[in-house]
């Protein structure tokens, strides 16, 4: 009786009329089709391959791949197994992303400053440069580096000899390979030394400004503490590495570290290629700053490069970060352009040479794909991090 | 309501696709007949083994194997469609059905025949792994190959063999796998590579393409067996006969002296044997699947081995290959075919 007294509202609608009930109804159906879509491509593939013969599962990758391959970061030999051509594959792909991630941002940064330089030679140059290499299609970049300019340097007898230690010829660029002795230890802790007081003094150096005002030259004094301090330790520890210096013998140079000629092409022609449009990222972010911004720390005194290095760069990165982001997915995803000019990374090794040693396309495409999906989302997490870092803190 | 509908539609539509897969397919056969033409999977472009020409028109041994298939299920040796095909894609497009069989200088393995579902018809040119280098290197022989670097074309057994040699020899190498024949060509001329391993049937045809093709040499050594041959879907026994037989049916003409020019006059011949292959006697089509003529058809059509072979690689052809051994048993070479009765 009480309930009847005090409960106004009108009588709900019917469960099939209550749009809440209906959608969650409808999501529910729309959620089991679409699991139960994917159920049966994944049953009907597995069993169509078995009524076919062809063999499935991934019991191959711990069979004997037998193959060689030219570069690996992870040891390998042609005794191993397919799943370890996986890894040497994985490993030079992201060798090649990273170094070009890394060389793309600086020269990128460089650029698309430069693009906006007072000075009309370095904007205009800077321009042309943008603009012829990023209307170019990579796939011939890479092809223009690797057969038009790296083929044309001498053959390995008539190599480049810098100082009888370093080789530079068609084959690759020889260095040689620090082997490191007893009492490098000692090495290392004036290397980790040096990094710890680096850091101590730049706290204190902040401590110092933001107390007194004056500004210490943290950078030029870290420099020399990082250059000088694992010297002294080496030499105090007796000069602890040997060289191990490439030498000609047969058909080719041994000995020391190569650096193969696919690798240097792929890395410049991705570089360059991405460089590109950073710049023009960098050069939107910096014009998204407002000109107030500048004339204000003009009007406090602020030199040109601090106003850029305090006062733009840290607004710009804000607009920067999340295009930056798509152009280091996109890195990455062109290096397995690698495969054209024969660098080993993951599509060439193991989407190349092992699927079809193998034949298991569905296994081995699967993995590969789960690869980039993987690293493409590593990549966006970290910079989705970075940017919760540096963007605008509502208070 | 309307989104009611759409839903029931759209179970509708799933719950069909699924029971229509599980439905028995045609055979083979029927499919092709039904078509009015044999699919064939080929290589986008390798002298002497399957080549479009400047009109269009495929040529190369490869091509006539599937050519002849042809004959013998029409009597029409241009009832072929090629599909070009990359050598990562050639038993995926198999396996799937979209080509009724491959004929794409494919080397004959256990694994291969085995795990991929597929099942090798014969051998239609019997290959082997060789050397091509420049001369100026002064190797004479594989085994002074230690160290050297080697360029290879991606995609075939090319890579294992090779590995598999060096390390019975003990040997080092570097290779350089490139996806494409043009892309290891321009590697080995450039000066990548010291060596540029491949086929001994392609090595000849890649040197021509060199700017100066004197400056380099084959190698005497062969390092592997690469017998390759047509291929099909395992569990169709009446397609795989077929293939099998209309190349056996090729090797056992020449034997017999039956060209294709004479096969009018042959229909004549007293020889049972040439009787049977020609379908005037028995009914060696029918056992197949095929007119008793087939046998006929093909080599009046397309040619006997002999003739394949002379047209496409023989020694007047910019490939220049002697016979070897793919001349008949008779001949001292190792082709020989199972008797047609």
Known sequence: MKKQTFDTRPAGPKPWNDPQVRSIFFQTIAIALVFWGGWVLVENTLSNMESRGISTGFGFLDETAGFGIIMNLVPYDATMSYGRTFWVGLTNTLLVSAMGVVAATILGFIIGVARLSSNWLVAKMALVYIEVIRNIPLLLQIFFWYFAVLSNLPS?????????????????????????????????????????????????????????????????????????????????????????????????????????????????????????????????GILSVSKGQTEASKALGLPNGLTLRLVIIPQAMRVIIPPLTSQYLNLVKNSSLATAIGYPDLVAVFMGTTLNQTGQAVEVVAITMAVYLTISLLISLFMNIYNRAVAIKER | MRKTKTIALGIALAVGTFTATGAMAATTLENVKEKGHLQCGVTSGLPGFSQPDEKGNWTGIDVDTCRAVAAAIFG????????????????????????????????????????????????????????????????????????????????????????????????????????????????????????????????????????????AIILPNTISKEPLGPVVRQGDDEWFNIVKWVLSVQINAEELGVTSANADEMLESDNPNVQRLLGTDGDMGAKLGLPDDFGHKVVKLVGNYGEMYDRNVGPDTPLGLSRGINALWTEGGILYAPPVR
């Open chain 2, 76 to 215: 029409d040796a241009k009832a072929v469609e090629f599909t070009p095909l990359t050598a990562k894609e050639r038993f995926t497009a198999l396996q799937s059905g979209e080509i009724d069989m491959l004929s794409r200088n494919t080397t004959w393995t256990l694994t291969r025949d085995a795990s991929l579902g597929l099942n090798f018809a014969g051998v239609n040119y019997y290959d082997g792994q060789g050397f091509l280098i420049n001369k100026d290197i002064g190797v004479d022989d594989a085994t002074q190959l230690d160290g050297a670097t080697i360029c290879i074309q991606a995609g075939t057994t090319t890579e294992l063999n090779l590995s598999d040699y060096f390390r019975a020899k003990g040997m080092e190498f570097k290779p350089i796998v490139f996806d494409t024949s043009e892309q290891t060509v321009q590697g080995f001329s450039a000066g990548r590579c010291d060596v540029l391993t491949s086929d001994r049937s392609q090595l000849a045809a890649l040197r021509s393409k060199l700017s100066d093709p004197s400056s």
């Open chain 1, 156 to 284: 390995p007898r008539q190599s480049v000899d810098v100082g009888g230690a370093l080789f530079l010829n068609n084959r690759g660029l020889y260095l040689p390979e620090p082997l490191t002795q007893d009492g490098f230890g000692l090495v290392w802790g004036g290397i980790l030394l040096a990094i710890a007081a680096v850091v101590a003094i730049r706290v204190w150096a902040k401590k110092r400004q933001l107390a007194t005002g004056q500004i210490f030259p943290t950078f030029k004094v870290g420099v020399a503490i990082l250059i000088a301090v694992p010297i002294i330790s080496y030499l105090a520890a007796g000069s602890p590495i040997e060289w191990d210096i490439p030498a000609l013998k047969g058909f080719n140079f041994g000995g020391g570290i190569t650096i193969i000629p696919e690798l240097a092409a792929l890395w410049i022609a991705l570089s360059l290629y991405t460089a590109s449009f950073i710049a023009e990222i960098v050069r939107s």
